[in-house]
């Protein structure tokens, strides 16, 4: 194995993911990994922390939001600000559907993944919530309007991937914040 590759955390994303899908998630090790990308364990944690850190691209998403939030026009609400921020973070999570659609179900059947999940989207609503304070909205409209965001995303991510017919994870954000806001009234 050379001591330089190129793309490194690309390669060791990969051959994680195919070995998730050929053997599982739980027969899958990190040497297993490392051997597929033609690297060492001790390039892949260089790169994850974790053969669980592979499913999860909270960092690049959060940055994205951020941006998204940032550059946002002036005068919007908030709603939709992080609205807006969220589905077009959609198009990069979905890149890949078959293997996003993959993910949920690996996700789905392991607890500690599950709250991954979890702790990953509290990390999502927080970089919205800070985005909109940092444009002058007041600290409880932030946190509301990003937690309600980040929860619209979640519940439409699992009916997405849960239904092999649908095209597009954007337009059901909306779907599920207008239920949020037929069961709030």
Known sequence: MSRWDPDAKGRLGQAARELFVEQGFDRTTVADIAARAGLTERTFFRHFVDK???LFAGDRLAEQLTASVAGAPAGERPLEIVTRAIE???????RDAQWSRRRAGIV??????????????GLLASALSTGL????????TAELSAEAAVLAFRLAYERWASD?????LAPLVRVVLAELRDVTG
């Not at 789905?108 to 989207?121: D, G, S």
């Not at 304070?133 to 409880?140: P, Y």
């Not at 092999?164 to 597009?168: G, K």
Request: charged share 45%; hydrophobic share 40%; with cysteine.
């Open 52 to 54: 669980r850190e592979v």
């Open 88 to 94: 077009e973070a959609c198009d990069l999570i979905t």
């Open 108 to 121: 789905a059947e392991h607890p500690e993944l599950r709250e991954r999940e979890l702790a990953k989207m």
């Open 133 to 140: 304070r940092e444009r002058g909205v007041d600290a409880a």
């Open 164 to 168: 092999a017919e649908a095209q597009r």
